[in-house]
């Protein structure tokens, strides 16, 4: 069941890529009927994983130095697989009909099958990194979803393709280096078989660093994360959806936990803890505020999948249970919410066929499931209760508390981290749900096409994870995968209970409903616009768009100069990376290149005028010649002589 969980797909993936002229609906065909497929073992697996037995498979295939085949099938690994299948069998779906209207240009088009092949490939290699028990093994297939990204990438454009390459590429060296440093320290490969290295010497801070690395890249922190923004404005939605939104965090994240839970002994409150608190904090706070001003809806969305990872590396982080529960809880609410919500905005973005959020507004009836769905993940992400977003965060806010009872005082500043960025990504999806579905219609034109079951069937799966994993939270994902992963029950979670929550929340809503009704109700009112103190000419006529909204924070507080660098790419981890390399070739261009072609041009000349003074002594006199030939031998006899 392993292996075919990994390999079916990337089977039915290369087969794809080798016959590009089956039709559209043959290929689609395949790429559900492999998740699917993966998604029915997965929950085999699980079956038999909550008996409390792990599944591994074995087969030695470089035993000079203990490489084997190595596979893991246990409750971490098929928690993953399970998501992994499932995103890849929605994103199936939704692409069976917008695919299409995701490439920009006939020639993009051209390369669907492509797009199909890729995605197998990836879903398998996925499946392959999560389920690896030896490093070699692990290293293989995340370097094949490192390939396969570059190629869905390259299907939007070749340039945002090759910057994602060198960025992930760097990062996954580190990571390689540092999975050779932990090597030499165990001597093995076999990932079950360590435990707890002590952090107490610098070949371990070395390895732990390097890993630290290639797994916070793969996530998408900062600042590995420029290719993330860059990649949303020509990248098919459907890809979005795939990778930065899911399965990267989930890759990511798996081996940040592994990193800190099971290879090294993490101490809460180090110093490589605090590493982690702010690098956490910082993602999440620099993203979301460059959210907050973007008038792409894709953009904004991207800058939210960074900037949600701060939480994850925030609880981790802390190294206390209930934060690395909360940590890997929002992992995978992130995966759900985040898909649902680049899947919405790609079926708003063809329906007003525009991706700015000036040209969208009053979509919300051409476009009902999707705005219900978006607006549930939007407010999930936004962590408002009942939903999974909320939970998530509220544990992580509970470890970063629990750790300032052993800690030093600065646990306050990841806690207003934590908070402040939770109301700025409520404060931007006010803006992306009133500029894209409501307020006035942007585009004259009625729409008449309806939404398909393929656009709206996935986006209400994501929306209703959201609502059970935040009502059921301790009985479903919580129970059954997040406190087995980390081996321990959390003592205390504050007085949070979300399914009593939940039923105070509907009887507030209804009481408030029913005084609404018997007051009356007016269908219709006029007044004076609300604009906040923004200036805005002809106020009576002024049609306010959502994408607007936080325009003046640029302005505020010499946030203007810091926008315009991020902007321009000022802070852009890969130009920085450009900028050195493209100097260091210049230098050695001048003084390699250059410098030896000047030698060599001198040397040319000395030459030239060696042979132009001998070409005069030839006078074709022959005494001339006799008088030389004396001269010549008596420098030789006094040579010798002497």
């Given amino acids: 069941m392993l292996a075919l969980t990994i390999f079916l797909p990337i089977i039915l993936g290369v087969f794809v890529l080798v016959l590009p002229k089956i039709s559209k609906g043959f290929r689609s065909a395949l790429a559900i009927t492999g998740s699917s497929i993966g998604l029915i073992l997965s929950f085999c697996i699980l079956n038999v994983v909550n008996s409390g037995y792990d599944i591994s498979l074995n087969y030695s295939w470089i035993p000079a130095i203990g490489v084997n085949f190595a596979l893991r099938g246990y409750i971490y690994s098929t928690f993953l697989l399970l998501f992994i299948n499932l995103f890849g069998l929605l994103v199936s779906i939704y692409s069976t009909k917008n695919i299409n209207n995701s490439f920009e240009n006939e020639g993009q088009k051209s390369r669907l099958s492509e797009y199909y092949g890729y995605l197998l490939l990836t879903i398998g290699a996925g499946c392959g990194a999560v389920l690896a028990n030896d490093f070699i093994i692990f290293v293989?297939?995340?370097?094949?979803?490192?390939?396969?990204?570059?190629?869905?990438?390259?299907?939007?454009?070749?340039?945002?393709?090759?910057?994602?390459?060198?960025?992930?590429?760097?990062?996954?060296?580190?990571?390689?280096?540092g999975i050779l440093l932990l090597w030499s320290i165990t001597h093995t490969f076999r990932m079950s078989d360590i435990s707890k290295i002590p952090l107490n010497s610098g070949l371990a801070i070395t390895s732990f660093i390097l890993m630290l690395i290639g797994a916070l890249a793969k996530a998408g922190s900062m600042p590995f994360h420029t290719w993330i923004p860059d990649a949303s404005k020509s990248t098919p939605a459907p890809i979005m959806a795939f990778l930065p939104a899911s399965l990267d965090k989930l890759l990511g994240i798996y081996l940040l936990s592994r990193i800190c839970l099971n290879f090294f002994d993490f101490v809460p409150n180090s110093g490589l803890s605090l590493i982690l608190m702010i690098i956490g904090s910082f993602t999440l706070i620099a993203a979301v505020m460059m959210a907050m001003v973007q008038h792409n809806i894709m953009?904004?969305?991207?800058?939210?999948?960074?900037?949600q990872v701060g939480y994850m590396v925030i609880g981790i982080g802390t190294g206390l249970p209930i934060g690395i529960a909360g940590g890997l809880f929002h992992m995978v609410n992130n995966a759900i919410y985040k898909s649902c919500l680049f899947l919405c905005g790609s079926s708003a973005a063809k329906t007003a066929k525009s991706a700015e959020i000036e040209n969208m507004g009053g979509l919300s009836k051409a476009l009902p499931w999707t705005f219900g769905a978006c607006l549930i993940a939007a407010l999930s992400i936004s962590g408002v209760p009942p939903f999974n977003g909320f939970f998530s965060k509220w544990m992580v806010y509970q470890g970063i508390i629990e750790s300032g009872r052993s800690g030093t005082g600065i646990w306050v500043l990841w806690l207003i981290a934590a908070m402040f960025g939770s109301a700025l990504t409520l404060a931007s999806f006010v803006k992306l749900i009133h500029g894209v579905f409501l307020g006035q219609k942007r585009n004259s034109q009625d729409i008449k096409e309806k939404e398909s079951f393929a656009t709206a069937a996935p986006v209400v799966v994501l929306a209703l994870l959201c609502i059970a994993f935040g009502i059921f939270a301790y009985k479903v994902p919580l129970s059954t995968f997040i406190y087995p992963i980390i081996g321990s029950i959390p003592p205390s979670m504050g007085n949070w209970v979300p399914t009593l929550a939940t039923l105070l929340i509907i009887v507030g809503l209804i009481v408030g409903a029913i005084i609404y009704l018997l007051n009356g109700v007016k269908t219709t009112r006029t007044t004076t616009a609300f604009i906040g103190g923004e200036d805005i000419d002809k106020l009576e006529t002024a049609n306010v768009s959502g994408g607007e909204f936080y325009n003046t924070v640029k302005n505020e507080m010499g946030f203007g100069k810091i926008y315009n660098n991020a902007s321009n790419g000022?802070?852009?981890?890969?130009?920085?990376?450009?900028?050195?390399?493209?100097?260091?070739?210049?230098?050695?261009?001048?003084?390699?290149?250059?410098?030896?072609?000047?030698?060599?041009?001198?040397?040319?000349?000395?030459?030239?005028?060696?042979?132009?003074?001998?070409?005069?002594?030839?006078?074709?006199i022959i005494t001339s010649y006799v008088v030389w030939l004396f001269v010549g031998m008596l420098i030789l006899l006094v040579a010798i002589y002497y």
């Fill in 570 to 620: 000022r802070y852009d981890f890969y130009l920085w990376g450009k900028g050195f390399f493209l100097t260091l070739a210049n230098i050695v261009w001048v003084l390699g290149d250059r410098l030896a072609d000047y030698v060599w041009n001198t040397m040319y000349k000395a030459l030239v005028e060696a042979g132009n003074l001998l070409r005069k002594a030839h006078t074709g």
């Fill in 140 to 177: 293989i297939f995340w370097g094949i979803v490192l390939l396969t990204m570059y190629g869905l990438l390259s299907l939007g454009s070749y340039k945002v393709a090759l910057k994602g390459l060198f960025i992930m590429g760097f990062s996954d060296f580190c990571l390689l280096l």
């Fill in 299 to 307: 953009k904004l969305l991207s800058y939210h999948a960074v900037s």
